[in-house]
């Protein structure tokens, strides 16, 4: 069993709809991240947190670290939102180390 | 403040060749990590350095290995390409290092292929 699970793997939504993405760890962890990824490969650092929510634009972030969850949240999702939403853990410590869920590939249709 | 870059970008090699992947972090930043992503696998950490010195080293053969210098420029090195290699190798820079807080900040990879 993977140490990171994501759910759906796979998502299609009609533009304007609100899309939650769900992300579960079985390990203790310092931090979690989301991360988008275009096609083409550029990753980019949406949200690092440790407790509670955070808010960017039409983005949330959310995380229950006593049920080892947390959910990526789109509002009035756009087609410029269709990427892979990846979920990974921070174990803590002096280290980068990520550790990865497979990511949901997100297509969002006019 | 340029982004990370990485070069080259598409690199094809053949097998039992080797290869080096030059990563170059943002200015200030002292840590750079290295990630390998293919379909099968997903992305899985290589490893990560810190002011030269190799802090924390994911699950792959001894093939794979890296350096940092002085700069923070990292590069990583491959030796005996196998077929499995193929994928996209991604860098990330940060300040400290620390997962806790440090947001990590990522080049746009090098796509290596081998035949």
């Keep these: 069993k993977n140490e990171v699970e994501q759910s759906p793997q796979n998502l299609t939504a009609q533009e304007g709809e609100f899309i939650t993405i769900n992300c579960s760890y079985s390990v203790g962890i310092s931090a979690l991240h989301w991360l988008q990824q275009h096609p083409g490969g550029g990753i980019v650092s949406l949200f690092m947190l440790s407790s509670g929510k955070k808010k960017h634009g039409r983005l949330i972030a959310t995380i229950n670290i006593q049920e080892k969850h947390s959910s990526l949240h789109i509002t009035a999702s756009h087609p410029r939102d269709s990427a892979v939403y990846i979920c990974a853990v921070s174990l803590g410590g002096a280290t980068n180390k990520l550790i990865f869920g497979t990511g949901t590939l997100l297509a969002v249709q006019p | ?115």
């Design chain 2, 1 to 115: 403040k340029a982004g990370v870059t990485q070069t080259p970008r598409y690199l094809i090699k053949t097998r039992g060749q080797q290869v080096t992947l030059s990563c170059s972090p943002i200015s200030g930043h002292r840590s750079v990590s290295w990630y390998q992503q293919t379909p099968g696998q997903g992305l899985q950490f290589l490893f990560e350095y810190f002011s030269e010195t190799q802090r924390n080293k994911g699950n792959f053969p001894g093939r794979f290995s890296g350096r940092q210098f002085s700069n923070s420029r990292s590069e990583m090195n491959v030796s005996t390409l196998e077929l499995g290699d193929s994928a996209l190798y991604l860098c990330a820079s940060s300040l400290e290092g620390s997962g806790s807080w440090d947001t990590q900040y990522f080049g746009p990879g090098t796509r290596l292929t081998v035949l």
